[in-house]
């Protein structure tokens, strides 16, 4: 019997493959088949032998392929809610057996496990990936792109999108309101309020938070004079019995407010901040990074960092569409991009609002982006937020490099404070390994990537320079952690 094909894919379906045959040996090259929801992947071969009587045989394989020709006839249907393949296997005339017919359907996918063994998981899983992850949207995006693109004219107005950060104090939360079409300052914008018991960040029976705008920048989804509002959280104004209105103040998942308190005292210092950003993308269904085998792993690290290639560059199209500046990391699947150098505070309303970014342009590939500092157990890379760091004092030479080094000293002595507040969930990034530091202990040293502190090789060379903290986990608060490296550095 030959049959050749085009590969396709059928992960996680079971296969009932019946015929009948006569003291022949019948092979089955085990693959996929075609199915327009999946793609490819690349398993072994399986033998059926039987050599008495005809007989009815049934076999069950997770996973098959089989090639196109013109001895092959495929055909799809439906029926209710669960999808069938038949493909007709004509076999060959010598072999005596009448013809084949396999019928194709569903079962419950494999849920993402763990192996504890990885080179068990990747003998599993020859393939370096497998190309079932088809990023699909959920919606028709022409539609959305004709009314983006061809309702310009908004009648003297704009819409202004209200951002601000949820109760777990990691989420994101939006909302927006028409606006009269002008240049925008923050001071200018209206105070907003929203409810904060849904948000986990108010009780029900005074669930009221105030948005106050921060920072204002370009809206890239509805284009035009529309804008985007980064903003932090407030109690609102309260008029007790005596007739005396309390001002508002910051509610406990606000760490703006004290970040701008330490920003003002070190202003004429110019702290200069730089975060690159890693994260990881995962597929919506599964929970597992966009790509890898079906509760498996592809091959070992190596080939992906700043790849190129189907394979090794997974999911290219997110980061380009949202942002100019990025790098594929070291985990497959795993990407980076740099926002900076700012100054003060304007570090953590840049990174917080290029998150928001980040999550709508997943939302409209249905992909899921996850900051999670590891995001896969294991001899993996976990996903970092290095943040660089200079001063006018560092910047200029030749004292710069003693400035650094001073530093680094008490950087050294708050060590634990820093480490406490740099990222939930770190302690399962900074091992000792994979490119990371001891959570435990403290160093610093030149081009040293595995120190807490690591300055670049120019620096002692230039007498000044930049250095860069690489504790900080990629879900880091970048108003906590620009705080407390002002603070420690500056004010202590």
Request: glycine share 8%.
């Amino acid at each position: 019997m030959s049959i050749s094909a085009r590969p396709s894919v059928v992960a996680g379906y079971r296969c009932h493959l019946r015929c009948h045959l006569r003291n022949r040996d019948l092979t089955i090259a085990v693959a996929s088949l075609p199915n327009k929801r999946h793609g490819a992947v690349n398993p072994p071969e399986r033998r059926l032998q039987e050599g008495v009587e005809p007989l009815e045989q049934e076999a069950e394989v997770e996973k098959m392929s089989i090639k196109k020709s013109e001895d092959v006839e495929t055909e799809e249907r439906k029926t209710g809610a669960e999808a069938f393949v038949s493909v007709r296997l004509v076999v060959e005339p010598n072999s005596e057996a009448s013809e084949s017919v396999v019928a194709l359907a569903p079962s419950q996918p494999p849920e993402p496990s763990q192996p504890s063994n990885r080179a068990e998981a990747m003998s599993a899983n020859p393939g370096v990936f497998s190309p079932d992850e088809q990023i699909r949207s959920l919606l028709d995006q022409s539609i959305t792109r004709h009314y983006l693109t061809t309702l310009t004219d908004q009648g003297g107005k704009i819409c202004a999108e209200y951002v601000w950060i949820g109760g777990t104090g990691a989420d994101l939360r939006s909302k927006g309101r028409t606006l009269a079409d002008k240049t925008w300052k923050p001071e200018e914008l209206p105070h907003w309020n929203y409810d904060g018991s849904s948000t986990g960040q108010a009780p029900g029976t005074d669930s009221e938070v105030y948005l106050v705008p921060r920072a204002v920048y370009k809206d890239p989804f509805r284009g035009g004079n529309n804008i985007l509002v980064m903003c932090d959280t407030y109690e609102p104004p309260r008029l007790l019995p005596d007739g005396t209105v309390v001002p508002m103040k910051p509610i406990p998942t606000n760490t703006r407010a004290a970040c701008a308190e330490v920003m003002e005292k070190v202003k004429d210092e110019e702290p200069w901040f730089g975060i690159e950003q890693e994260y990881a993308l995962l597929n919506a269904s599964t929970k597992w990074p966009l790509g890898w085998p079906k509760g498996g792993f592809p091959a070992a690290q190596g080939p992906y960092y700043c790849s190129a290639g189907a394979g090794v560059s997974i999911g290219r199209d997110i980061p380009e569409v949202h942002y100019r500046g990025v790098n594929g990391e070291v985990l497959p699947s795993q990407w980076e991009y740099q926002v900076g150098p700012c100054t003060g505070i304007d570090m953590g309303d840049q990174l917080w609002m290029s998150r928001y970014i980040m999550y709508r342009v997943c939302e409209m590939y249905n992909v899921e982006v996850t900051f999670d500092p590891k995001p896969v157990p294991g001899d993996w890379n976990g996903s970092g937020g290095h943040t660089n760091f200079s001063t006018k004092a560092t910047r200029t030479a030749p004292g710069g490099w003693d400035v650094i080094q001073e530093h680094c000293e008490k950087l050294g002595k708050r060590h634990a404070v820093h480490i406490a507040a740099y990222g939930e969930g770190n302690e399962r990034r900074l091992t000792g390994k994979h490119e990371t530091s001891s959570m435990s202990d403290f160093s610093w040293g030149v081009a040293n990537r595995g120190c807490s502190i690591r300055v670049g090789r120019m620096v002692p060379v230039d007498k000044c320079g930049y250095y860069e903290d690489r504790r900080p986990a990629s879900n880091l608060d970048a108003y906590v952690v620009t705080r407390l490296i002002a603070e420690t550095t500056l004010l202590m």
